[in-house]
């Protein structure tokens, strides 16, 4: 048996290879998403974190 019958029946069809490329590509901009989305909530989170310290600042100074 020569490699290149081998490597040959170990391609599959254009098709299949076209729609896993989509499909990975996909997958990326969905894993991008989410790590956007994830870096987000942790800014907000601390940003709300920081609003309600100076929120809670600003009433003890001005009581």
Do not use: D
Not at 9 to 16: A, D, G, L, W, Y
Not at 20 to 28: R, T, Y
Not at 44 to 58: D, V
């Amino acid at each position: 048996m020569s490699p290149f019958g081998q490597i040959s029946s170990f391609v599959p069809r254009t098709r299949e290879v076209t729609a896993a490329l989509q499909l990975m590509q996909s997958m990326k901009w969905l894993s991008i998403g989410y790590l956007i989305v994830v870096v987000l909530v942790m800014c907000s989170g601390q940003a709300l974190e920081m609003f309600q310290h100076l929120n809670s600042n600003s009433q003890i100074t001005s009581v």
